[in-house]
Every structure is written in structure tokens, then in C-alpha cells.
């Protein structure tokens, strides 16, 4: 199994995390908690990322769920951490088992496969009115004013009272339960000579610029990655500083990239 990846910011500077094992790869986006606590986004997805990582190398063949929610339970245990009082992050594992492939997700990032995308769209399904208005409002022009850091409050507001409960959108943070939660698919190795992952920073300004031809990605090297995710930074900075033509939250969110190929 060969993995090619790419970060903007780097590793150490981002909210986003990739980590790999043998046969695994581990990609988390980290998000900010509604309210003040001791550790930023960073930190916590850091800490995750390398409990899975050490997990899945223990033992390769364990039931993804239940090394997710050890994970949590192990960092929150660690930064005394309680629900709803603490950074998040979303978590995609991609492992091979012998001729199988398997599939974590939790949270909006994507894994693009050869004849399928397979994401977690429960946050997005919430269809929240202030997610609904500061999209408008950047389309027509509104841009990153005041307003916009206003509706984006009340968006976390709401977004607070549907974390990890039944009905809501599920999240790694400082529940283990939310890991029986996450969405998980097998498929044969023989019919997924490839796979994509990206955070939804990266993916979604690469399918609006056009850079998203993902089979011809599986060629790409590292340095290939980097140089898309550049594009699209200098696209968000020079082509649509004010998300009039891409609403997002932010001009610039964190992007993570990574490649695998399995032939």
C-alpha cells in the first residue's frame, strides 16, 4: 500500500492531522469547542490521531469502532476533558485487511473511491438557518464582515445542542460512545485499486476549481499535492477573497490530502 500526502498549514501548524501505520491510514480534522477549554483544536487532534495510530498497530485486524472509542476515551481521559466542553474532531480511517478495505467515518470528511464518495453528511442534513444565511449572504457579496462572524456564532450555538445526541450529528470529542456512531464500509481490495482522502477544506475548493480529477491523483507524489493544495489557497486569496463565489466559513480553511493506492 503506497500513501502520498500533502498538508496546508503543515502538520505541526494545523488542525488537521494524517497518520499512518502498515496497512492504515488516519485523517482527523480538528474544530474548536463552543466554549473556552484548556487545549485548542491542535492539541486534541494530535492526541487522537496518535492514540489510533498506536491502537491500529497493536492490532491491525480490531474492530474500528472500538479502537475509535478507546481513543476518545483515553484522550479525553488524558486532558480531563468533559462532554460538551471540548474541542472535536472528525476521523476517517482507511485500513487494508487482507483483501478487504475498510472504512471509518465520523464527521464531513470524504473518501473518494474508483465508482464512489463515501462521506458523513448528518451535520450538513441539519440544515440549520444561520449555516443557510451566512451562505447567502457571502454570495451576494456580504463577504467576512461582522455579521458573518455573528451568524457563524449562532451556528455553533446550535450546532452545540445537536453534538452527539440521537437525532443530531455524531463527532469524536469526549463521549466514546459517538465512535459506535461512525459510518463504516467494507469493500474488496480487487475493486479499489485506489482511494482519496481529503478534509472538506481541501475537497471542496479542488472540485470548485476543477483540480479534482482523482484518478489521475493516484500518480501524484507528495510534492503534486502540495502544489494543488497551493492552487487552491491562491485561488480563496486572489479569485474569491470574500467566498462570493465558494460561500464557506472561512477564507482559508485548513487542507489535508492523502493518496492510496493498493494495487
Known sequence: MRVETAQLPPIDDSDDKILTTDNAVIMLDGASAFVPVQI??????????????????????????????????????????????????????????????????????LVVLPDETLTDERMDDLDLAPRRRYRERLAGGGGYDDEHKILLTELQTQQATYRNVEGGYW???????????????????????WAVLATDGAYNTMQHIGAADWPQLTTARADD???????????????????????????????????????
Open 40 to 109: 485548542p483544536a491542535n492539541t486534541y487532534a494530535d492526541r487522537l490521531g496518535r492514540e489510533l495510530r498506536d491502537l491500529l498497530t497493536e492490532n491491525d485486524e480490531a474492530d474500528l469502532t472500538g479502537i475509535l472509542a478507546d481513543a476518545i476515551r483515553t484522550t479525553a481521559t488524558a486532558f480531563e476533558l468533559r462532554p460538551g466542553e471540548s474541542p472535536s474532531s472528525t476521523v476517517t480511517i482507511l485500513r487494508r485487511r487482507g483483501d478487504q478495505l475498510d472504512v471509518l467515518v465520523l464527521g464531513d470528511n
Open 171 to 193: 463527532i469524536a470529542e469526549a463521549d466514546p460512545t459517538a465512535a459506535a456512531q461512525a459510518l463504516v464500509w467494507t469493500r474488496p481490495v480487487e475493486a479499489v485499486p
Open 225 to 263: 499535492l502540495a502544489d494543488i493544495l497551493d492552487r487552491c489557497q491562491i485561488w480563496e486569496a486572489e479569485d474569491d477573497p470574500t467566498g462570493k463565489q465558494l460561500p464557506r466559513a472561512k477564507r482559508h480553511d485548513d487542507k489535508s490530502i492523502a493518496v492510496v493506492t493498493l494495487g
